[in-house]
């Protein structure tokens, strides 16, 4: 399905498109169980013992059917559908005018592409080339990769791409990846800016007693067993912020949105709450640290679950979330400083590209990237040549 969209060109310049990639949320009642549907079929998230029946997997639309009427009750609580499609538009038009600025020699347009909801990935990369677009900068909106999420998404591109070339019918743009950014100083900025922001409203008695949780989702076992990089690309993140932070606060990593009966990764961050409270910790602060903009894992399990209902347990507590990144003008910058760095840097991407889980058995994994590390800027693309902020960042995986 193209979306109906039109977009208007200088014809003298390139035309690079960002694809902004993320899981996405049902924007209504009405798209919860196709959003469900999508992300429990899909195995490069969540390893289910699918259960075959023909062609038919049937475990994933049991587990969709019935979670249905749950997650809507939760989604009405926060308005009645997720916000994530509102807060990636926003922040890819300020992004884009922004690399518009750094980069005026080319023509610089967002675009959102989500794994489970629309406007969903294929359909977007469909409607880019319908643009008239040159060229992709596949831009993960998860700054720690994991297989799960930003390799998923990449997956879905690279079986895209393959499915159209088999179809006849081949994409004419040419593609480049920024695949993770967990330590970028700017994003490391925009963390403690926020997390000061909310320390400034606590007692300066209590300030430095607060116990900042950061809050990242949570992961099964068998998967960072096989060797995904995720749970250290966060750690580095944690660690980062609190280098920032110069340690002022004591902190933990926790881990929230399990789903299922098997190991996940621990502690649970609303276990982690309860359980520092009864040893005397008073006041609390949940950090978003793994997620760029709000949607149903702050809004409702850490401002209701962990947020409302905690303190109804525990009326004697402080517990509080810092903001999330949304529209933070430091973020902001963050992002368009990665995409003016990737086209200044010929869209290459960093060796951790091209490396497999050492216990990896996805036979899509390999080619995507081995697709993804190879691409660059095309030649009808000079790098951008204005003035760009060096940023020096490490990425662990």
Known sequence: ???????????????????????????NSAAVHPFL????????????????????????KFIAKRRTPKIIEQYDKIGGGSPIKMWTEEQGNAMCQRVSELCPEMDIVNYTGFRYA??????????????????CIAFTQYPQYSC????????????????????GNPMKMTFSAIDRWATHPLLIKSFAE??????????????SKVVL??????????VVNRGDPYPQEVSATVEHVMRELNYSNPYRLVWQSKVGP??????????????????GNKNLMMVPIAFTSDHIETLYEMDIEYGEE????????????????????TFIECLSQLVASHLKSEGKTIPQMALRCPMCDNPTCGPMRGFFSSRQLPKNIAPCEDEVKEESFESFG
């Open 262 to 279: 098997s190991a996940w990764l621990g502690a649970p961050t609303d276990e982690a709450i309860k359980g520092l409270i009864k040893r």
């Open 194 to 207: 926020l997390i000061n922001k909310q320390l400034d409203t606590v007692d300066p008695k209590d300030r």
């Open 213 to 222: 949780l950061f809050s990242a989702h949570s992961l099964p076992m068998s």
């Open 148 to 167: 799960s999420t930003t390799g998923s998404s990449f997956n879905g591109m690279y079986r895209h791409i393959i499915k159209r070339q088999k179809d």
């Open 37 to 60: 549907l999508r992300l429990f079929s899909d195995r490069d998230l969540i390893p289910l013992p699918f259960l075959q029946g023909g062609k038919t997997n049937l475990l994933p």
């Open 118 to 135: 629309e406007p969903l990935t294929e359909d977007a990369m469909d409607q880019m080339e319908a643009d008239g677009i040159e060229h």
């Open 310 to 329: 905690m303190r109804e347990e525990f009326p004697d507590a402080n517990i509080m979330r810092c903001e999330s990144l949304n529209m933070h003008p």
């Open 1 to 27: 399905m193209l979306l109906n969209l039109s977009r208007a060109y200088s014809t003298a310049r390139p035309k690079v498109g960002v694809l902004m990639l993320n899981l996405g949320g049902p924007e």
